[in-house]
């Protein structure tokens, strides 16, 4: 018989890293769930927040991490002083980062700050610094993307949280809390996967 799939959505928190280990004792998934045979399926770096997603298939693991499937991941990104237009048709059709040109992405000002949790280490604060938020679609998800490509445009990142993968979202979640997600949300991210493919 097919085991069952097991997919969890997880708040990472701040500082929390993307894997069950760690041999300098830094907090880790583990830290916070407890289910055995249970992998990330794509990775936020440590000082990134917001939605992972753990699961027990190796199938839909690869279907989620390999670029070809090219399904959309959506992040809220804070960013230092505001974009102009141009900055944000340059992140629109992609931006170079070490020789690669990025997909295009999906980027709009949001018109004021989302609401979220404060963040135990809170954003440096510059009187003389604006700063704005921006949500950004992307169907890619390369190593501290978001941010090189803030940064690139001349924006760096200050606070970042994924909130959003397929139709997956952290609505209804804490920093630090999980739940598993339904067959039917599986089957509809299963749908996304293969329409990005």
């Known amino acids: ?53 753990l699961t027990n298939s190796g199938t839909l693991s690869h279907q989620l991490t390999d670029p070809k499937y090219a399904h959309p991941r959506t992040y809220w990104v804070q960013v230092e002083r505001i974009p102009d237009e141009k900055a944000l048709e340059q992140l629109r059709k992609g931006v170079v980062i070490k020789g690669y040109k990025t997909r295009p992405a999906k980027v709009r000002l949001l018109p004021q700050p989302p609401s979220l949790p404060p963040r135990p280490v809170p954003i440096r604060y510059r009187k003389n610094v604006p700063d704005c938020w921006l949500e950004m679609t992307l169907t890619e998800g390369k190593n501290r993307q978001v941010r090189r490509m803030t940064a690139a445009v001349g924006h760096p990142t200050l606070r970042l949280v994924r909130v959003r993968i397929g139709n997956i979202t952290l609505d209804g979640l804490a920093p630090g809390k999980w739940e598993y997600v339904s067959s039917r949300d599986i089957e509809q991210l299963q749908k996304y996967i293969k329409k990005g493919r």
């Open 1 to 53: 018989m097919k085991p069952k799939i097991k997919l969890i959505r997880f708040w990472k928190p701040f500082g929390v890293l993307t894997k069950f280990t760690d041999a300098e004792g830094r907090p880790t998934l583990a830290d916070y769930i407890p289910i055995a045979d249970i992998y990330a399926a794509g990775r936020l770096d440590k000082d990134s927040e917001g939605l992972l997603l």
